[in-house]
């Protein structure tokens, strides 16, 4: 992050002269069956996200809040969050195939959820530094006050106090906590 922060700090302070000459980028997500939530809300899970990126699993996160809150208010809209585009490009039908597989992790039979006890969810999250590369901070902290998260373990490795994910999960708490979910 530091490394792009620097790159773009003088064109988003609106300093320098920048040419740049417009160009189209292509994206081509794959999505995959076996990337995805299990399908009960009562499964305990276990989200790992050690310096290589949590973004996934806020999605995740976001997922589950809806679930959860749409338990509690039957008013709200039964939709799935598969994530918000921020491009301004547009998607062909033949660019994106998604087949029913993709989305399976994401359904639950709404027969059952409304009685099922929600599962815990551990969350270990790393980065280098707490102040300057922990880009989800203020929504994990959210997830936690609701109750969507049930423990948030952080580590930093370039703070004062260098700790690691790893070292997180090896501690005795944490190995008899994991061993009971």
């Keep these: 992050t530091s490394y792009l922060e620097t790159s773009c700090v003088p064109f988003l302070a609106g300093k320098g002269d920048f040419n740049f000459a417009p160009s189209m980028v292509k994206i081509f997500p794959k999505p995959t069956a076996d990337f995805r ?35 509690v208010n039957h008013d709200a809209a039964d939709t799935v969050v598969e ?22 992790g994401l359904r639950l039979q709404t027969c059952n959820k409304d009685h099922q006890a929600a599962g815990k969810v551990e969350v270990y999250f790393g980065c280098r530094h707490q102040n300057h590369d922990w880009l989800f901070e203020n929504e994990m ?41």
């Design 83 to 104: 994530g918000t585009w921020r491009g301004g490009y547009e998607l062909e039908t033949h660019d994106l195939s998604l087949d029913h597989k993709d989305s399976e």
């Design 141 to 181: 902290k959210k997830f936690v006050s609701e109750g969507i998260i049930t423990n948030l373990y952080t580590a930093f490795s370039r703070d004062e106090q260098k700790q690691y994910v790893q070292d997180l999960m090896r501690s005795k708490d944490a190995s008899q906590r994991l061993v009971y979910l």
């Design 37 to 71: 939530l299990p399908p009960s809300l009562s499964t305990p899970i276990v989200l790992i996200g050690p310096g290589t990126g949590i973004a996934p699993f806020m999605g995740f996160l976001t997922h589950r809040r809806s679930l959860l809150f749409s338990r």
